[in-house]
C-alpha cells in the first residue's frame, strides 16, 4: 500500500481532457517537489513531468502538472491512443527516500 | 546516447540469492546517482534503492532493508544489486535508472533501463 494514493484507472475519449491526482501528506507532496512517470508495458518508465509543473525537452505541452497543499496532478488535453498507459507520481519523502504512487492506468476510450 | 542495460535476471529459489548488474554508457557515470526500482507482476512501481556518485551515499526503501544492498564500480560503468534470502513477493521486473545530475537524490529520473526479470519460485 502507496503512501502515495493515486485513483486506479481513468478514461477518456479521444481529445478530450482527462486529470489523474496523486494524494500524499505534509511530509511528501507538500513540502516537495511531485514527478510524473508514463509507464507502457514492455518499455522503460519515461518521466513527463518534474518539478510538479515542468516538462523535459520532447515532452508535449498536452501534459502538465500542478499541486495544491497535499495532493499533485496530472493533466493530460487532447487525449490521444498513444497516451494509453499507467502513470505514476513520484515524490521525496522526509527521510529523502523515493516514493512512488500506486499508479493509475489510463484507458483511451 | 546514455544507455543502461539490465542482466543478471533469473528463476531463483526461495531463499536464494542473485545479483543484477547494469552497464551504463554515453555519460560519465561516476557524476550520477543511480537507483534500482521494481515492478512486480500487476503491481506499481516501487523504489528499491539508491547509491550517490562516489559510493557513499546510499538509501534503501525500510521495507528491503537488510536483504537488499545496492553497490558500484565507477571505473567498469557499472551498478549493482544484491538480493539475499529471496521471497517469491520479490518476483518482479528491476529496473536500473539514472538521477538528474543537478538534483542528486531526488525522484527525477530521466534514463531508465529496460529492466530485468527475476522470478522466484521453487
Known amino acids: 500500500q502507496s503512501v502515495l494514493t493515486q485513483t486506479p484507472s481513468a478514461s477518456g475519449a479521444p481529445g478530450q481532457r482527462v486529470t489523474i491526482t496523486c494524494s500524499g501528506g505534509s511530509s511528501n507532496i507538500r513540502t516537495n517537489s511531485v514527478y510524473w512517470y508514463q509507464h507502457v508495458p514492455g518499455a522503460a518508465p519515461k518521466l513527463l513531468i518534474y518539478d510538479t509543473d515542468q516538462r523535459p525537452s520532447g515532452v508535449p505541452d498536452r501534459f502538465s502538472g500542478s499541486k495544491s497543499g497535499t495532493s499533485a496532478s496530472l493533466a493530460i488535453s487532447g487525449l490521444r491512443s498513444e497516451d494509453e498507459a499507467h502513470y505514476y507520481c513520484a515524490v521525496w519523502d522526509n527521510k529523502l527516500s523515493v516514493l512512488f504512487g500506486g499508479g493509475t492506468k489510463l484507458t483511451v476510450l | 546516447q546514455v544507455r543502461l542495460v539490465e542482466s543478471g535476471g533469473d528463476l531463483v529459489k526461495p531463499g536464494g540469492s542473485l545479483r543484477l548488474s547494469c552497464e551504463v554508457s554515453?555519460?560519465?557515470?561516476?557524476?550520477?546517482?543511480m537507483s534500482w526500482i521494481r515492478q512486480a507482476p500487476g503491481k506499481g512501481l516501487e523504489w528499491v534503492a539508491y547509491?550517490?556518485?562516489?559510493?557513499?551515499?546510499?538509501n534503501t526503501a525500510d521495507s528491503l532493508k537488510g536483504r537488499f544492498s545496492i553497490s558500484r564500480d565507477n571505473a567498469k560503468n557499472f551498478l549493482f544489486l544484491q538480493i539475499n534470502s529471496l521471497r517469491a513477493e520479490d518476483t518482479a521486473v528491476y529496473y536500473c535508472?539514472?538521477?538528474?545530475?543537478?538534483?542528486?537524490?531526488?525522484?527525477?529520473?530521466?534514463?531508465w533501463g529496460q529492466g530485468a526479470l527475476v522470478t522466484v519460485s521453487s
Open positions: 535508472a539514472r538521477h538528474d545530475f543537478w538534483t542528486g537524490s531526488s525522484p527525477y529520473l530521466d534514463f
Open positions: 547509491i550517490g556518485p562516489t559510493g557513499s551515499t546510499i
Open positions: 554515453g555519460f560519465t557515470f561516476s557524476d550520477y546517482y
